[in-house]
């Protein structure tokens, strides 16, 4: 089982910046990935960025150029880094542990989610 804690949300402003955290313990020494997504009110959640253990990172279209993940496998953390912020990236962020696949698709491990941490962008 795995546990993910998130971390580092907040109410910041149009064109503002945040740092997401999100430690991992337990089992997660065959995951090769790990990711993050978010869900705005009304809608489903997406997968925003994940990151492999070799450092390759794959992000959503919406983001691209704005975000980046990164992680320190040495402490089983990962990171988002969201800049230039729109009121749409408002929306409960969570972090996934996972595997990519050899056509570079990611699965996720588990059903089960973390708390979250809410992000709000005001204009």
């Not at 009304?42 to 150029?65: C, H, P, T």
């Not at 969570?94 to 595997?99: E, K, P, R, T």
Request: net charge positive.
């Amino acid at each position: 089982q795995v546990r993910l804690v998130e971390s580092g949300g907040g109410l910041v402003q149009v064109g503002g910046s945040l740092r997401l955290s999100c430690a991992a313990s337990g089992r997660i020494f065959s995951l090769n990935a790990m990711a993050w997504y978010r869900q705005a009110p009304g809608r489903q959640r997406e997968l925003v960025a994940y990151i492999a253990s070799g450092g390759r990172a794959n992000y959503a279209d919406s983001v691209k150029g704005r975000f980046t993940i990164s992680r320190d496998n040495a402490k089983n953390t990962v990171y988002l880094q969201m800049n230039s912020l729109k009121p749409e990236d408002t929306a409960v962020y969570y972090c996934d542990a996972g595997m990519v696949g050899s056509s570079g698709h990611y699965y996720r491990a588990s059903d089960t989610w973390g708390q979250g941490t809410q992000v709000t962008v005001s204009s």
